[in-house]
């Protein structure tokens, strides 16, 4: 009896061409990211040698220790205010945005195009123009100075409505009425089913709304002009005025800012990744 032996097909490592190219990239946008938490374990007089070092001679933790203990700027307060502001918009666009993406997706009313597309013409509306009248609005309800102001208006987002919207048109309508067979109410089935459904798209505007909110520096200037209610991209301007030959310090200052966004990215990385291949397929 002759037995074969099947060949098994081999997979052969590929080297693709665009990775000499995509990898340097990636490092030197890296550079000034990793100069600044290098920098930031650095004494003042190392920050100033020349030729500079790449690693700290002598690696410090006091830069940190000072922008802790500042009194007049406590940066833990700044925290709090930027915490608030970016956690709120977050729960509140997401829910927002992913029922309204699904009510245009799945239901039909009167005007329902129009609607639509009046809500994406607001995105090319720049924020400019809606400055002053905003803070007018805001100046008669009494706003200014409250972390509201910047919580209220940022209840809907135009592009998140236009993002859940494109993923919900993939979600089959013979498993929404088959939970409306089965006594499901509209509510539920957008909690339990749809929700569900959403989870790339809830990752990765949940960080994009995150990002922009924490980093955000024009608007909460003109809004908050106490210091109690400030928020920490404002304050580092602050810091960076009063720290004008302390680089080492800023840096820390800089480090201990950014460091909520890399810990939300770490652990949304790949939904994050998923949504974004998802979202260019959805239609």
Same mark, same amino acid.
């Given at each position: 009896?002759?037995?074969?032996?099947?060949?098994?097909?081999?997979?052969?490592?590929?080297?693709?061409? *665009?990775?000499?190219? %995509? /990898?340097?990239?990636? =490092?030197?946008?890296?550079? !000034?990211?990793?100069?600044?938490?290098? @920098?930031? $374990?650095?004494?003042?007089?190392?920050?100033?040698?020349?030729?500079?070092?790449?690693?700290?001679?002598?690696?410090?933790?006091?830069?940190?220790?000072?922008?802790?203990?500042?009194?007049?700027?406590?940066?833990?307060?700044?925290?709090?205010?930027?915490?608030?502001?970016?956690?709120?918009?977050?729960?509140?666009?997401?829910?927002?945005?992913?029922?309204?993406?699904?009510?245009?997706?799945?239901?039909?009313?009167?005007?329902?195009?129009?609607?639509?597309?009046?809500?994406?013409?607001?995105?090319?509306?720049?924020?400019?123009?809606?400055?002053?009248?905003?803070?007018?609005?805001? *100046?008669?309800?009494? %706003? /200014?100075?409250?972390? =509201?102001?910047?919580?209220? !208006?940022?209840?809907?987002?135009?592009? @998140?409505? $236009?993002?859940?919207?494109?993923?919900?048109?993939?979600?089959?309508?013979?498993?929404?009425?088959?939970?409306?067979?089965?006594?499901?109410?509209?509510?539920?089935?957008?909690?339990?089913?749809?929700?569900?459904?959403?989870?790339?798209?809830?990752?990765?505007?949940?960080?994009?709304?995150?990002?922009?909110?924490?980093?955000?520096?024009?608007?909460?200037?003109?809004?908050?002009?106490?210091?109690?209610?400030?928020?920490?991209?404002?304050?580092?301007?602050?810091?960076?005025?009063?720290?004008?030959?302390?680089?080492?310090?800023?840096?820390?200052?800089?480090?201990?800012?950014?460091?909520?966004?890399?810990?939300?990215?770490?652990?949304?990385?790949?939904?994050?990744?998923?949504?974004?291949?998802?979202?260019?397929?959805?239609?």
């Amino acid at each position: 009896m002759i037995t074969t032996v099947e060949n098994k097909p081999r997979h052969k490592f590929k080297i693709n061409p *665009a990775y000499f190219i %995509l /990898i340097p990239a990636s =490092l030197l946008t890296l550079l !000034p990211f990793i100069w600044m938490i290098l @920098g930031s $374990f650095k004494t003042g007089a190392e920050m100033r040698q020349i030729p500079p070092t790449i690693f700290p001679q002598e690696f410090t933790l006091a830069n940190y220790q000072k922008v802790l203990s500042d009194a007049d700027l406590p940066i833990l307060l700044f925290y709090k205010n930027s915490l608030i502001i970016a956690l709120a918009n977050v729960v509140q666009v997401l829910f927002t945005s992913s029922l309204f993406g699904y009510i245009f997706a799945k239901f039909e009313f009167k005007f329902k195009s129009v609607v639509f597309w009046f809500i994406l013409a607001t995105m090319m509306i720049p924020q400019q123009m809606t400055m002053i009248p905003g803070y007018l609005i805001l *100046a008669k309800l009494g %706003l /200014i100075n409250n972390l =509201l102001a910047l919580i209220i !208006p940022a209840a809907i987002d135009a592009f @998140g409505i $236009f993002l859940f919207k494109q993923f919900a048109t993939s979600i089959p309508n013979e498993l929404l009425d088959a939970a409306r067979v089965d006594g499901a109410g509209e509510f539920r089935i957008f909690r339990q089913i749809v929700l569900p459904q959403f989870g790339p798209a809830l990752a990765t505007f949940g960080m994009l709304t995150f990002m922009f909110n924490w980093n955000a520096y024009l608007w909460p200037l003109i809004i908050l002009t106490e210091q109690k209610v400030r928020t920490l991209p404002i304050i580092l301007t602050w810091f960076q005025n009063r720290m004008v030959s302390n680089d080492h310090i800023t840096m820390a200052a800089s480090v201990l800012i950014i460091l909520p966004v890399l810990i939300v990215f770490l652990f949304a990385q790949r939904w994050i990744v998923e949504g974004i291949t998802l979202t260019g397929s959805k239609g």
